[in-house]
Each structure stands twice: as structure tokens, then as C-alpha cells.
């Protein structure tokens, strides 16, 4: 199937749900809320126009329309938005995985996808003494500052330092001499592949390493946070059962 066929057969699916559930006149009532994320492609990449794309966008409206409620993107740095969630002050936040520092602060919602953190290598290096996450100890690593791999390397005491976006990650790794950019698989051989790199680096992944799931994070403090996770938790079920949810993976992957 073709890019634009993809692309056409999801939207075509997502309002077939739509209309299934909604009346008209409910759709253009359809409640309204506002989520924030970053630029995480493929799960949200931020068109320079300023609209979101992306899996866990494209599923987490896909399931709001299913209940009748239009979801609006915005973004702000990601250490602000946490600090913004955690204090109420923003409803939550796509995509988001389970840490133990957001756990009193955080309601999570059912899984969107899931991310596989991996050491993006020169493509020449020598990746022999890499075997579990624990061997990074004896690399120089380098990981997205506030991200989840970050915080996980600072958690296990992995030694590292930080970069403000993948692109400069990669670039740390082809030009600058760090060993290992320590990034979620996917996202990393999709900017790779937009910047024409991908014969430049390797993955190499873990032994000991299993796979984060990713949520809507909302906040404990917002007085609407349980009953639209509960909504959310009902739209995915339903778009997963219409073949909506798998559409929506094949038309990035």
C-alpha cells in the first residue's frame, strides 16, 4: 500500500468511527481539550507548519473522536510540561512513559505504543563490550536532555551527558567521537533516515533491555483527569477493535 493510500484509508477509518458514535449535531459540539507534547517522531513530529503528526497523535485523536471529544496539540519544553502537570496547571501530555518520579503526580492512561531504547553507534564502532545497559558504564554516552532514556541513565548511574534533540545526538556520534547516543529505537531511525544518515549509524540493543510503553499523561491535580482517561481508555479500545489502531502503525512503519 501506498504512503498516500495509507494515509487515506486511516482517515477514511478514523470517521467511520467517528460517525458511528456522533450525530452532526453532536460532532459539532464535540467537547474540546488541550494535551501538550514534543517533537518525537514517528510517535509525534511537529510539521513546520506547527501541526502534530505521528503514531501516538494520530491514535490519541483517533480514540478522543471515537467518544466525542476533539483533542488540540500544543508544546512547550518537555521539563516544563512535567513541571506544569505535576502542579495542575496542564491537563497531561502525550507521549509519556511510566517513571517512578511521575507515579504521585501522574494518572496513566491504557497504553499508546511503546519505545525501545537502544545505543545508536557510529557505523565503524566497535560495539563488542556493549551487551547489557549496564556496559554503557564503560562508554562515552551521550542522551536527549529531560528524556526518559536520560533519566533512566542518571537512575542506574551511567555516567552521560546531554544533548537538547536527537538530530544533535546522532550528530555526537558521526562527527564528535561520543561512543553511544542512548535513544528510543524508532524515533532515532526516523530522523535518521530524514537526514539522509542511516548508512552512518548502527542500533545495538539489549539483552537486558525490554520495551516502555507510552502513555497520556494526566495530572493527578486536574479536576477533569479521571473521567477523560476513562474516555480514552474506551476510544482505544474501540479503534483497536475497527483495525483503526493497527492502520495507523502500518502508515508510519
Avoid at 5 to 12: D, F, N
Amino acid at each position: 500500500m501506498s504512503y498516500l493510500k495509507k494515509i487515506v484509508y486511516v482517515a477514511v477509518a478514523v470517521w467511520t468511527v467517528v460517525a458511528g458514535s456522533l450525530t452532526y449535531g453532536q460532532a459539532a459540539q464535540a467537547e474540546s481539550i488541550e494535551l501538550y507534547t514534543v517533537d518525537y517522531p514517528p510517535y509525534t513530529i511537529m510539521g513546520q507548519d506547527g501541526v502534530f503528526s505521528g503514531i501516538d497523535v494520530d491514535v490519541v485523536k483517533a480514540a478522543f473522536l471515537a467518544v466525542g471529544i476533539n483533542v488540540e496539540l500544543k508544546t512547550a519544553p518537555w521539563t516544563r510540561i512535567l513541571k506544569n502537570i505535576e502542579h495542575g496547571h496542564t491537563l497531561g501530555t502525550i507521549s509519556c512513559s511510566k517513571r517512578p518520579e511521575r507515579l504521585e503526580y501522574v494518572i496513566f492512561s491504557a497504553p499508546i505504543s511503546a519505545v525501545n531504547d537502544v545505543a545508536v553507534m557510529a557505523a565503524l564502532a566497535d560495539d563488542q563490550a556493549l551487551a547489557q545497559v549496564s556496559d554503557l558504564k564503560k562508554f562515552e554516552v551521550i542522551a536527549v536532555n529531560g528524556w526518559g532514556g536520560e533519566q533512566e541513565l542518571s537512575r542506574l548511574v551511567v555516567a552521560h551527558t546531554t544533548t537538547p534533540s536527537i538530530e544533535t545526538g546522532i550528530n555526537a556520534v558521526i562527527n564528535r567521537g561520543v561512543d553511544v547516543f542512548y535513544n528510543g529505537e524508532l524515533s532515532t531511525l526516523f530522523r535518521a533516515r530524514e537526514l539522509g544518515l542511516l548508512d552512518k549509524i548502527k542500533l545495538k540493543h539489549f539483552k537486558d533491555k525490554m520495551s516502555t510503553p507510552l502513555h497520556i499523561c494526566f495530572s493527578k491535580q486536574h479536576s477533569e483527569s479521571q473521567r477523560l482517561v476513562e474516555r480514552f481508555n474506551l476510544g482505544l479500545s474501540r479503534i483497536k477493535d475497527q483495525g483503526i489502531y493497527q492502520a495507523i502503525y502500518d502508515k508510519y512503519l
